[in-house]
């Protein structure tokens, strides 16, 4: 064991340009990182330039560095599909061949929805996909006055189930979530994730999700990384969204989040810890705030912001600790529609001790992180992937 922990950061969304499958998606000339520096005109963020973050690609006004702290690299994702589940699945090892099915052009089936509101006892409205904030909005008030679901999807594999509070409790809504669940095990309905969307307010325009969300996802469909490290008796602290999206399966700690600034604050306070093993933390804002609703600028604040609370975590590594940022797909704030882009992703690798840092260039997939972290920890990698490891000096 080289290293006693690693903390690896998902930057939710991302990506760094499109991947050469691109136009497979129809997302030729996406390039989340760089269509937000344009936009942003002076994109601050010092620290990650120190990184590296310059070295990987050009980025308007981001400025490379003759001698980075960290090893960079631009990975490619060899799975098909753009979603989370896709990414980080990844990430641990997972090739998906078969993208996970999508309701985005038609919501879900009539029999679908009928059977779900004879299992509930409540009816539902919506089944389209649309930005929650505005779908919400849309049908809030009809909730108060019926006790009907707000149901939607969007362009991932997700039912979405949005309930105000004040009306549902959150205990009806996670039934109503398992129950949905179920029903999504069917072959013809088989989806990613169900989503539990609570919220708040009493009249159209000031309706406001809060943090009580809840995923409830498919489980991998074979052993992760995270598995071989559970198995071997070492921590997977799960931090925000990670849980979730490996329906808890070698998770041995979860903590919840309400922000990427309450998620940087949890890992650097993991930082005094004494664990060995894996904090894998996911910050979602930059994809579910940003990204998806196309706000370049606010995306661009939010990694100004990232890029503070980076350096503070840095501050508190341990000689034998090992930092590892990366993106699950991008979510380019100025391309059309709201869906996410088939993008690469960057990689940073960080110690206080490496002396000869530098770009790895192009490689091949995600699952580079985790044969990394399997390779460190000396536990098999039941997947796929190239360890970096050795690179590593």
Known sequence: MRYKRVFLIILDSLGIGEAQDAYLYHDEGANTFAHICEKMKELHIPFLEKL?????????NIQSVSQQLAYTACLQEVSNGK????????????????????????????????????KTGRKCVGNYAESGTKIIDKYGEHQIQTGDWIVYTSADSVFQI????????????????????????????????????????????????????HDYALKPFQKTVLDSLEENNF???????????????????????????????????????????????????????????RNPEGYGKAIESFDKYLEKLVKKLNDDDLLIISADHGN??????????????????????????????????????????????????????????????
Not at 90 to 117: A, C, N, S, W, Y
Request: with cysteine; charged share 25%; net charge negative.
């Open 235 to 293: 921590e997977v602290i799960g931090i925000g969204k990670i849980p979730d999206i490996f329906a808890n399966q070698g998770i041995t700690k979860k903590i919840h989040t309400i922000s990427n600034e309450d998620g940087m604050n949890k890992i650097i306070q993991l930082t005094s810890q004494d664990f060995k093993g894996l904090a894998f933390l996911n910050l979602v804002d930059f994809d579910a705030i940003y990204g998806h609703r």
């Open 332 to 393: 380019d704030p100025t391309y059309k529609g709201t869906d996410h882009t088939r993008e690469n992703v960057p990689l940073i690798i960080y110690n206080h001790s490496f002396q000869e840092t530098k770009d790895l260039g192009l490689l091949e997939s995600y699952a580079i992180i985790g044969a990394t972290i399997a390779d460190n920890f000396n536990v098999k990698n039941p997947g796929i992937g190239q360890s970096l490891l050795n690179l590593l000096k």
């Open 52 to 60: 590296g973050m310059g070295n990987i690609g050009h980025f308007q």
């Open 83 to 118: 979603d989370t589940m896709t990414g980080h699945w990844e990430m641990m090892g997972l090739k998906v061949e078969i993208p996970f099915q999508t309701f985005t052009d038609t919501g879900f089936p009539e029999e679908f929805i009928q059977l779900f509101e004879e």
């Open 162 to 213: 949005a309930a105000n509070e004040e009306i549902i409790s959150l205990e009806e809504l996670y039934h109503a979530c398992k129950i949905a669940r179920e029903m999504t095990m069917d072959g013809k309905w088989k989806i990613g994730r169900v989503i539990a969307r609570p919220f708040i307010g009493k009249r159209k325009g000031e309706f406001k999700r809060t943090s009580h969300r």
